[in-house]
């Protein structure tokens, strides 16, 4: 019954900020790290940024490195992606994930159902 909940999509201009939240249920997930991922039209999902259990080590792919931050409110289950200076390249549907090993992409074992995210130029 693990279940993790993006919400935050949505359409905006080139240069817009969105702020994405992941709410997670199970207070076992307060443990793990939390995870984006993202997906582009006729892509494989890549990784975007992820927090340890702690809120204390970050991580960003190098294509948001700058303009997006990731933050954690462990009180809430709740995990967040700040997305600044959104370009249309960003354009995807974003899923949350939850997993023992930040650093390690394969051993995340939760995952949203994903929110469109939608940059025009």
């Known amino acids: 019954q693990v279940q993790l909940v993006e919400s935050g999509g949505g359409l905006v201009q080139a240069g817009d900020s969105l702020r994405l939240s992941c709410a997670a249920s199970?207070?076992?997930?307060?443990?793990?790290?939390r995870g984006w991922f993202r997906q582009a039209p006729g892509k494989e999902r890549e990784f975007v940024a992820a927090?340890?259990?702690?809120?204390?080590?970050?991580y960003y792919a190098d294509s948001v490195k700058g303009r997006f931050t990731i933050s954690r409110d462990n009180a809430k289950n709740t995990v967040y992606l700040q997305m600044n200076s959104l370009k249309p390249e960003d354009t995807a549907v974003y899923y949350c994930?939850?997993?023992?090993?930040?650093?390690?992409?394969?051993?995340?074992?939760?995952w949203g159902q994903g929110t469109q995210v939608t940059v025009s130029s």
């Open positions: 199970g207070r076992t997930l307060s443990t793990y790290a």
């Open positions: 994930a939850a997993g023992p090993i930040a650093t390690t992409t394969a051993a995340y074992n939760y």
């Open positions: 927090v340890s259990w702690s809120g204390g080590a970050t």
